[in-house]
């Protein structure tokens, strides 16, 4: 793989997840794992009829198999604030969020289905991944730094025909509980179509408070990680919709990242300003550097 500056890398590893968190027995991990597998076949079906659909029904589709399936791995959705990305209909809205697990999609999508800027290996995922393209995803080649300008230009012209966009603007993944910087390149997009961004952020919770038990990082692989959710007992995803942040607040991309940001982490923490790239992890263990997803 090759690097350049604009790839971040999450210093998030295998010690900042949190093994101790509380379990369901080996009977619901099963049940959950038949729930799973009926919610993702069930996928083969909505595929077509998600590409030949339109307007409103193509989104409850969308919505409500993303719920199924969040539900069939044990987690609980909760929505805090406006009950969709999108407060104007037909407007472009540039949507940006942390990034913590492989359930951030199904999240997001569970709440409104938008366009969302992927890694180009998610469209290789079984059956889920074909889901995620049919709801019009677009894939960023990290390695591809040449690319870049040609998927803004992209996420530019959907913004100008009204799409809602998401991006995961740190890049990479973090534990949740801490956060990157967010990279300014992609918030160019919202500026030269001249719409809002809507600040949207992520919280994994058990028994109301942060867990790291659902993120994906480390050496972790897509299925190591699934085996961990689905023995999570009581996960709850909330998804906090945070007001809009009009593109004439910041004179350029790098100004309008870190107004995001200021509003994200002010959610996310409350009065405590955690400065980026700082990771502080609970439970006593160390940080770890490793590659970024």
């Not at 793989?1 to 604009?6: D, R, T, V």
């Not at 289905?113 to 074909?130: Q, T």
């Not at 994906?216 to 190591?224: C, M, R, Y």
């Not at 961990?228 to 004439?248: I, K, Q, T, Y």
Request: charged share 20%; with cysteine.
């Amino acid at each position: 793989m090759s690097a350049h500056p604009w790839m971040p890398v999450s210093p998030c590893g295998d010690g900042c997840v949190d093994h101790s968190s509380a379990r369901v027995g080996v009977v619901r991990v099963v049940l959950r794992v038949v729930a799973a597998l009926v919610v993702l076949l069930t996928g083969v079906l909505v595929v077509p009829a998600v590409l030949v659909s339109r307007g409103r029904v193509r989104s409850v589709l969308l919505r409500s198999w993303f719920r199924a399936l969040l539900r069939a791995f044990g987690a609980r959705l909760r929505v805090v604030g406006g009950p969709v990305f999108q407060a104007t209909p037909g407007r472009g809205v540039l949507v940006v969020s942390n990034h913590v697990s492989w359930l951030d999609e199904l999240a997001i999508d569970a709440v409104q289905p938008i366009r969302m800027v992927a890694k180009r290996d998610i469209r290789s995922w079984p059956v889920l991944g074909w889901l995620i393209t049919a709801a019009r995803t677009v894939y960023l080649d990290r390695e591809r730094l040449s690319l870049l300008p040609g998927t803004v230009a992209e996420l530019a012209g959907a913004l100008r025909s009204g799409a809602a966009v998401g991006i995961h603007a740190e890049g990479t993944t973090w534990c949740g509980m801490a956060s990157g910087r967010y990279r300014p390149a992609l918030f160019q997009a919202a500026l030269d179509a001249g719409v809002p961004v809507r600040p949207v952020v992520l919280r994994y919770v058990q028994d109301g408070r942060t867990t790291t038990g659902a993120a994906f990082i480390g050496s972790d692989t897509l299925v190591d990680s699934m085996r961990r959710v689905l023995r999570l007992r009581g996960l709850v995803v909330e998804v906090h919709v945070l007001d809009e942040v009009a593109p004439g607040r910041a004179a350029g991309r790098r100004e309008l990242a870190e107004l995001v940001q200021q509003e994200s982490e002010r959610a996310l923490y409350g009065d405590v300003q955690v400065p980026a790239q700082r990771v502080h992890v609970p439970w006593g263990v160390r940080r770890q550097a490793v590659r970024g997803r």
